[in-house]
């Protein structure tokens, strides 16, 4: 059973920066595909980006292409998301999720709000 913990959320000004980490346990990690979601109020949860499980390939979101960065740490079974010039429409629930054949997990969840 993997389980997942995400950490780094919190509250930014616009155009600030945060790192998001998700700690895996439980499972092998280098052969997980990893992404991280979000979902704001009311709105349907989205992927944000992806990575494989080399780290070798990423796939992100057109909204946040160019200002967010996904990476991984196999030695440490861990995932990143270092989020940049971040924007009031980045607000969100922020949800780490592993991928293993047809088997998803997900992750509690860590609070990401931009304002000012």
């Known amino acids: 059973q993997v389980q997942l913990v995400e950490s780094g959320g919190g509250v930014v000004q616009p155009g600030g920066s945060l790192r998001l980490s998700c700690a895996a346990s439980?499972?092998?990690?280098?052969?997980?595909?990893m992404s991280w979601y979000r979902q704001a109020p009311g709105k349907e949860r989205e992927l944000v980006a992806n990575?494989?499980?080399?780290?070798?390939?990423?796939n992100y979101a057109d909204s946040v292409k160019g200002r967010f960065t996904i990476s991984r740490d196999n030695a440490q079974n861990t995932v990143y998301l270092q989020m940049n010039s971040l924007k009031p429409d980045d607000t969100a629930v922020y949800y780490c999720?592993?991928?293993?054949?047809?088997?998803?997990?997900w992750g509690q969840g860590t609070q990401v709000t931009v304002s000012s």
């Open positions: 999720n592993a991928k293993f054949l047809n088997f998803l997990y």
């Open positions: 439980g499972f092998t990690f280098s052969i997980l595909i």
């Open positions: 990575i494989t499980n080399t780290g070798r390939s990423t």
